[in-house]
């Protein structure tokens, strides 16, 4: 099952750039008290159906939404901080933005990017991956200093994650997890190898993951430095096409595309509910509110 991302996305029509107006728009259905948790994800559609929604539940899978925010494009990746979700809009080259409960939908917030498919955010900057460019962009929070080069010379980024120190991406032809100093600096595209057609990657404070779509798709991680890695959650129904991943104090969130789930295990790798939240259309990418 070697199907790269690259190919996935030739799936999905470039139609889509006429046929998906961004409109903007904000969520239906219920909205949830302020100050709790949720977990997001993009329904990406597919070459039929073209998504144009990004999804939300509690945190424990409860009172789903998937037309949380309407008016995306195709969407892939997902970000959220304290006040604002994020998303890529892949074939639009945009980066979208509303408010954490749905409103204000901002579809081309960022612009210029080329097949953005990843998106992270740490307290100043918003960084993704411009996959056929083979650069990171970063910009500032409110959506100025936009610079798509921001890291360049990488072969097909895809995935990208952020902490205190480094910004982390999959390279899902190299097939390796690639690191960089905050600045930019310190370019590493073989931080960590082996990886096996990486898509995503996620960060917290011990370690690094990754999610791989090579011959068994499955989840790994490494220790911060780039050791001791290892495969935590391996091929069958849970991690099907394991396309996007996000992480917790407590839990592994991962999206199945072709199964059209969202998954979570404990963060060793144990207890895994492939369908802790179903009825997604195609979601290729996750978040959850920091915590």
């Known amino acids: 099952m070697r199907t790269t991302i690259r190919a996935l996305l030739g799936v999905l029509s470039l139609a889509a750039l006429v046929l998906l107006a961004a409109n903007g728009g904000q969520a239906a259905g219920s909205r949830q008290a302020p100050g709790s948790r949720h977990v997001y994800w993009s329904n990406n559609g597919t070459n039929a159906s073209h998504g144009t929604t990004l999804g939300r539940a509690n945190l424990d899978g409860t009172g789903v939404d998937q037309s949380f925010i309407a008016g995306a494009s195709s969407p892939t990746a997902v970000a959220v901080d304290a006040s604002h979700v994020f998303w890529a809009n892949v074939f639009e080259g945009t980066i979208g933005r509303a408010n954490l409960d749905g409103t204000g939908a901002e579809p081309s917030f960022i612009s210029g990017a080329s097949t953005p498919s990843g998106v992270a955010l740490d307290a100043n900057h918003i960084y993704w991956t411009n996959a056929n460019a083979g ?157």
């Open 135 to 291: 650069t990171i962009g970063r910009a500032n929070l409110d959506g100025t200093g936009v610079d798509q080069n921001f890291i360049t010379g990488v072969s097909y980024p895809f995935g990208v994650g952020v902490d205190a120190n480094h910004v982390y991406w999959a390279d899902e032809f190299a097939n390796t997890i690639g690191r960089a100093n905050l600045d930019g600096s310190g370019v590493d595209d073989k931080f960590i190898t082996r990886a096996d057609t990486p898509v995503a990657v996620a960060v917290d404070s011990q370690y690094v993951y990754w999610s791989s779509l090579g011959r068994r798709p499955s989840i790994s991680r490494a220790n911060l430095d780039g050791t001791q890695p290892r495969i935590l959650i391996r091929h069958g129904r849970a991690t099907s096409y394991p396309i996007a991943l996000a992480v917790d104090s407590s839990h592994l969130y991962w999206a199945n595309w072709d199964a059209g789930t969202i998954a979570w295990a404990n963060l060793d790798g144990s207890g895994v509910n492939a369908s802790f939240i179903t009825g997604a259309d195609h979601p290729f990418g996750v978040a959850v509110d920091a915590g």
